[in-house]
């Protein structure tokens, strides 16, 4: 509960709660992979344009990013 209303005062307060929902940030985020290469260096596999977006609002949530 705490972290829904944390994403929620957080899409609030960019002013992005009439283009995306809580669900939909939990969604798009989910869709992120992360890889490990030789080495022990990581990298992101793929980041769909939509959840782009949502990083440049959650930049925490993604610490590579």
């Known amino acids: 509960m705490r972290v829904y209303f944390a994403v929620l005062k957080?899409?609030?307060?960019n002013e992005l709660n009439q283009k995306v929902?809580?669900?939909?940030?939990f969604?798009?985020?989910r869709?992120?992979?992360?890889?490990r290469k030789p080495g022990g260096k990581?990298?992101?596999?793929?980041i769909p344009k939509r959840a782009w977006?949502?990083?440049d609002v959650f930049s925490e949530a993604?610490?590579?990013a």
């Open 10 to 13: 957080r899409v609030r307060g």
């Open 21 to 25: 929902s809580v669900a939909e940030v």
């Open 27 to 29: 969604w798009e985020l």
């Open 31 to 35: 869709k992120v992979e992360r890889i």
């Open 42 to 46: 990581e990298a992101f596999a793929q």
């Open 53 to 55: 977006e949502i990083v």
């Open 62 to 64: 993604l610490p590579m």
